[in-house]
């Protein structure tokens, strides 16, 4: 590792502060900018670590939906949302191993905005709400493209909000060596409509795919998505683990599986 | 003294007479417990208080010259020295002897290693290595990949015999199709690690390395040192499977940076050098022809390839090594062919040649069975050749035919149903056949032994156990031999100063170190009879008392001091005379499925016959590794290239897939009763690459039985086969 400046603030308005250093970064659960700084791929004069500010952590009931700290692990979000939401329970216990779940932040994952993470699924599908140290964004509007989201410079995800379906299933397909969705798809039931959002696949990350919604919010069965062709794959990824045409199958199928566990 | 044999002659099944049934029972390694609880010390492992550590600095680019500017880096903390002195440029290949390629200022391959950085500690090291600036002249005239290669290196001779073409045209059924494998990783779990010390002229290095003899040489040569003053110690090797055949560049950098600044110094890989600068398993392209007449019988086999490898470097991989001898056919035809390219060494990989030699071949007996409407073990069995089908001369011992019966039998291959009969809701499943065939080699080696009065033993060699067991079947044979306990035998390996052995590589290790040993032992039985008073053949030797010639004493009173034996095993005759391999028959079951493409494997079963098995247990574990190797070939593993600029990209054991757990269902191994006589004094045959070869092309054959794709470009990823169901 190189020199630099590591500061741990106990309130999110210090950390907010301390972001305003030029080049400074924030610092959740490290499982990708760990990585990356060993790579010299960011190289940041300054880290700010989010873990010790206690007003970011935790789960907790929020009306008729789920407050979630930003700075939670995946390991507590799938212990604490059990009872409360199965399906995301289900999805943070299947995020790569147990040293990334004891590790890796909810906050951190929809900030980095992967496109092979899972939980930009689950919280594009459950009408997620991205709560910032500034605003709140819904996921609809957060979710950009490959690693890009609408934060602005400095700003911390502090919290994300979900509302609870009916009822929902995350339906991954892992690659086997690293466990990141190859596809995967979170499949959500709300009384006035379905939501089905997909990872892994597209070239543009996390996104809706709306067809299959219509449809699902239609006729609420597996063989609904049947008479929907997948996809285009050209706008899928193509890489060593799979072609776009691939991945666009995998939609499908996905989707097909999520429906008919749920 | 020494007792001596040149292996001209059959020699009699002595390990058949001795009474103490230490041999072939399963016995756990003597040296388990240590590496389960971290009391093995591994290369990387010896403290060493002042001992300095060195960094491999890695070409970023992949053809052109470069230079190094050390006073970049000088002023970093714990900064010691940055060296270019000796580097290979890869490591050297198996049995090579001689030093690997050193070529200067030159890059070839981009993360060729170029230079070592070395400091304090390894954190410091590793900085340094990063930040060292490199002023590279670079040449854009690369050749990444074979397809863009500009130099294709012909077989000199390539061997033809009677008109390929004609039989082809002539036969009632017939294939000619091509087959694809990408290149493979060892990855061993162990990666690459050299500690050296240097004491005036006397050099020291503890590593990580399969073949001692060879490595001490091959080091020696590449520092311009005698090999006299050179000491090479690998007690405990974490995984070789070829990876470690050759010196490798940590072990040379190692050494010239201890030499330049009097200490020690440690140089281990990081698994991303281990990826990109061992040497790869070259990718292939075969083309296989196979022409039968209408009686089922093979008239023609055709075996053509396309690999890759770096200039000058002297290594091929023997693509159809097996396909000479294992099949009858009058008319024969080979060809090979290597692009020059600026991608990493090619060399040799567990089980080099067969490994995805078989998987083309035995992929198309399956599809000629398919086409002539034979079962695929009929035609097999059909086509065992009576002497070799090229040169004529008997086989050893070769139970092919009943390695695919019993397995058959033992597998239920009577149940095996046509493509797409047996559905398991979105499951189709098939299951598959594939012959193993490996050709058996015997390589000079000496092991001394000595019997204590006290009824112990002790086996010295600078053998190797590479993970596969040659503790425990070293003093196994020993203690047999002698009639003690095998827990009275203690074995010592992985020293130079100990009597030079084989070394661990290509399957030889147990027959020809362990034909030393018994040699050493055997030496001391004679003795051990004429104090007794009767001939060697009369002598019985069984829980430290020895029988004969109507005299029975305890083994303390005949001797009064230590007896000490060194066994030394020549090749001879037999090594020419008769053709020898081990045989054996891979069954897989698999599971595909028909919405995503995946395999599962459920089941496989290898038969297998290697001459007289020394350690049941042991071996077993062998011809697992081969299985959950066939899985990955067949399924998962697979270099990748940029193709821009060669560089392995997936350089990991995140993108490189290597079977788990989940991957591997339950493997049952069944032997079949063999003793090779014409193979050396034990007739045991080799083991560990046998497991693998012909093991992924039962599993794709089963892909086929199931749901009727034909996997012909491996690995066969679930894309690869939803693309054609």
């Known amino acids: ?262 | 003294m020494t007792e001596h044999l040149k292996m001209d002659e059959v020699q009699p099944r002595l390990l058949d007479e001795t009474t103490q049934g230490a041999i072939h029972r399963p016995m756990p390694r003597p040296e388990g417990p240590l590496k389960v609880s971290g009391r093995a010390t591994y290369a990387a492992e010896w403290k060493m208080d002042n001992a300095a550590n060195g960094v491999l600095v890695r070409a970023a680019i992949p053809k052109g010259h470069y230079k190094v500017d050390a006073s970049s880096v000088e002023a970093m903390p714990g900064f010691l020295g940055v060296y270019t002195d000796r580097m290979p440029r890869n490591a050297a290949q198996g049995t090579m002897n001689t030093n690997p390629a050193q070529i200067g200022d030159e890059i070839q391959y981009l993360g060729q290693p170029i230079a070592v950085a070395v400091a304090e500690t390894f954190e410091q090291a590793r900085d340094i290595a990063a930040a060292l600036k490199i002023d590279y002249d670079r040449d854009d005239d690369v050749a990444a990949g074979p397809d863009t290669a500009q130099q294709v290196n012909e077989k000199d001779d390539p061997f033809d015999q009677g008109d390929l073409d004609r039989a082809m045209a002539d036969a009632a059924h017939s294939v000619d199709a091509t087959y694809t494998t990408k290149g493979h990783n060892s990855a061993a779990m162990e990666p690459h690690a050299a500690l050296a010390v240097w004491d005036g002229d006397k050099l020291t290095v503890r590593a990580s390395l399969q073949m001692l003899g060879y490595n001490r040489n091959e080091l020696a040569d590449s520092l311009g040192i005698d090999a006299e003053n050179l000491r090479l110690l690998s007690p405990y090797i974490g995984g070789g499977f070829g990876s470690k055949l050759g010196i490798s560049p940590e072990a040379i950098a190692a050494s010239v940076a201890a030499k330049e600044l009097g200490r020690p110094v440690r140089v281990v890989m990081t698994r991303n050098n281990v990826f990109e600068t061992v040497v790869r398993r070259t990718e292939t392209r075969q083309r296989l022809r196979l022409a039968l007449d209408a009686d089922g019988k093979l008239t023609g086999i055709g075996q053509e390839n396309w690999q890759s490898n770096l200039p000058e470097e002297p290594f091929a991989e023997p693509v159809d090594l097996a396909t000479h001898f294992l099949y009858a056919g009058a008319n024969r035809r080979y060809g090979q062919h290597i692009a020059i390219v600026n991608r990493s060494a090619a060399g040799s990989v567990r089980a080099p040649g067969e490994a995805v030699g078989m998987l083309a071949l035995e992929n198309a007996m399956d599809e000629l069975a398919e086409a002539a409407g034979i079962d695929p073990i009929d035609l097999r069995v059909a086509n065992i050749p009576e002497t070799h089908p090229e040169n004529g001369k008997p086989f050893s011992s070769r139970s092919l035919a009943e390695c695919l019966r019993q397995g058959a039998e033992a597998f239920g291959w009577s149940a095996r149903q046509a493509p797409g009969a047996r559905r398991e809701g979105e499951w189709l499943i098939g299951m598959g056949v594939a012959s193993a065939a490996r050709t058996n080699i015997l390589q000079e080696s000496k092991a001394r032994v000595t019997l204590n009065p006290d009824g112990t033993a002790l086996v010295e060699t600078d053998m190797t156990d590479i993970g596969t067991g040659t503790y425990a079947i070293l003093g196994q044979i020993a203690a047999e031999m002698l009639g003690l306990p095998p827990e009275k035998v203690t074995v010592e390996l992985g020293d130079t100063d100990l009597p030079k052995a084989s070394g661990s590589g290509g399957s030889w290790g147990a027959a020809s170190a362990g034909s030393a040993v018994f040699l050493g032992a055997k030496g001391i039985r004679r003795r051990l009879a004429e104090r007794l008073g009767c001939t060697p053949e009369d002598l019985r030797l069984q829980d430290g008392v020895a029988t004969g010639g109507n005299n029975r004493r305890p083994l303390a009173e005949l001797m009064d001091a230590p007896l000490s034996e060194i066994g030394h095993l020549e090749t001879g005759a037999k090594s020419n005379d008769v053709h020898q391999a081990g045989y054996g028959a891979h069954f897989a079951e698999v599971a595909v499925n028909t919405v995503t493409g995946e395999v599962r494997v459920r089941r496989m079963l290898a038969a297998m016959a290697a001459g007289r098995i020394l350690n049941e247990q042991t071996a077993r574990s062998q011809v697992w590794g081969g299985q959950i190797w066939g899985i990955g070939t067949a399924l998962t593993e697979g270099l990748d290239h940029d193709p821009r600029t060669g560089h392995i990209v997936n350089n990991d054991l995140a993108e490189y897939h290597v079977p788990v757990n989940l991957d591997v269902p339950d493997l049952d191994v069944i032997f079949v009763e063999e003793r090779d006589d014409d193979a050396n004094p034990i007739q045991a045959k080799g083991i560990g690459e046998l497991g693998l070869s012909g093991a992924g092309a039962a599993i794709t054959n089963a892909i086929y039985n199931a749901c009727g794709v034909r996997v012909r470009d491996y690995p066969a990823t679930p894309d690869r086969i939803f693309s054609h169901l």
């Open chain 1, 1 to 262: 590792m190189y020199d630099f400046e590591f500061e741990r603030p106990r309130s999110i308005a210090d950390a907010v502060k301390a972001l305003k250093t030029e080049e400074a970064i924030a610092f959740s659960g490290g499982q990708t900018l760990m990585p990356t700084m060993k790579q010299r791929l960011a190289m940041p004069s300054k880290v700010v670590s989010l873990t010790a500010i206690e007003e970011m952590r935790g789960v907790r009931q929020d009306g008729s939906g789920i407050w979630i700290g930003g700075a939670t692990t995946h390991a507590t979000v799938a212990r604490e949302t059990k009872d409360s939401y199965p399906a995301l329970s289900s999805l943070a216990a299947r995020i790569g191993d147990p040293a990334v779940r004891a590790r890796g932040t909810i906050g951190g994952s929809v900030a980095n905005n992967d496109p092979s993470a899972c939980y930009p699924a689950g919280v594009l599908a459950s009408r997620g709400v991205i709560v910032t140290d500034r605003r709140e964004i819904p996921a609809d509007d957060f979710f950009e493209g490959m690693f890009m989201t609408a934060l602005e410079e400095g700003e911390i995800v502090t919290a994300v909000k979900v509302e609870v379906p009916e009822t929902a299933h995350y339906a991954k397909f892992i690659q086997p060596a690293s466990r990141f969705p190859l596809t995967a798809v979170f499949v959500a039931k709300y009384g006035d409509g379905v939501r089905v959002a997909v990872t892994g696949a597209s070239e543009s990350g996390v996104f809706r795919w709306t067809e299959a919604e219509d449809a699902l919010s239609g006729d609420w069965s597996a063989d609904a998505v049947d008479g929907l062709s997948a996809p285009d794959g050209s706008d899928m990824i193509s890489d060593l683990h799979g072609t776009g045409d691939y991945r666009a199958h995998l939609v499908k199928v996905m989707t097909k599986r999520a429906v008919a566990a749920c």
